[in-house]
């Protein structure tokens, strides 16, 4: 099956850096990847879709200069989340979709972010 | 978007069957049924979907009601390893998005 893999799987920062979270495709070109955000015991919130090529659809309420997004190409999308605050501590989790073939989501493991 | 409604929680012993509902009574006509996982401290995981026919494949199967408003995920035999939040999302045709709510957690009992 198609793999998508993160990294890093986790990360502690201190408050006011940047920190960037790579999301891969690793077996298949992916032309729509999507970047979501999970606080403990809730669901899955999606932030933003990111396409190869083109800048990201951003979710109403999520800051566009807060949490770059780059889809430089069909394997990989980047997350830099700027001036990182302890707010921003959450479980970051991408998915991709296999071009041509877009009824499934394939998701990576997530990466768990601690500002402190 | 199209909401669903799902218990929060269901429990089930081990090697017996685990049928998890769903309503969905705005759906539109466009709309897939889609079933995604979600076991501690992972990636969701896809699970299922359909559209209108009941669908089975290796790890579930989906019943999808005549008039749509509901289905259910059905897992055949469930193991330890199927205890996760299952999430039941609407998928608009033309948009691939995906809308999580909150979701049933499933606790399997050995």
């Known amino acids: 099956g198609a793999v998508v893999s993160q990294h890093p799987s986790w990360v502690i920062c201190k408050s006011g850096t940047s920190v960037k979270i790579e999301c891969r495709s690793l077996?298949?070109?992916?032309?729509?990847m999507f970047w979501y955000r999970q606080f403990p015991k809730q669901s899955l919130m999606l932030m933003a879709t990111?396409?190869?090529?083109?800048?990201?659809?951003?979710e109403q309420g999520v800051e566009k200069d807060k949490f770059l997004i780059n889809h430089a190409s069909l394997t990989l999308s980047t997350l830099t989340v700027t001036s990182a605050h302890p707010e921003d501590s959450s479980f970051y989790i991408c998915?991709?979709?296999?071009?041509?073939?877009?009824?499934?989501?394939?998701f990576g493991p997530g990466t768990r972010l601690t500002v402190l | 978007d199209a909401k669903t409604t799902q218990p929060n929680s269901m429990e089930s012993n081990e090697e017996e069957p685990v049928h998890l509902p769903c309503n969905h009574s705005?759906?539109?006509?466009?709309?897939?049924i889609h079933w995604y996982r979600q076991l501690p401290s992972q990636g969701p995981e896809y699970v299922i979907h359909g559209l209108t026919s009941n669908v089975n494949n290796r790890m579930a199967s989906l019943a999808i009601a005549e008039d749509r408003k509901s289905s259910t995920l059905i897992l055949h035999r469930a193991t330890l390893r199927d205890a996760a939040v299952y999430y039941c999302i609407l998928r608009v045709g033309w948009d691939y998005k995906l809308s999580f709510g909150a979701g049933t957690t499933v606790t399997v009992r050995a």
């Open positions: 998915s991709a979709i296999l071009a041509g073939a877009g009824d499934t989501q394939y």
């Open positions: 705005t759906i539109s006509g466009t709309d897939y």
């Open positions: 990111s396409n190869e090529g083109s800048k990201a659809t951003y």
């Open positions: 077996d298949f070109q992916a032309t729509t």
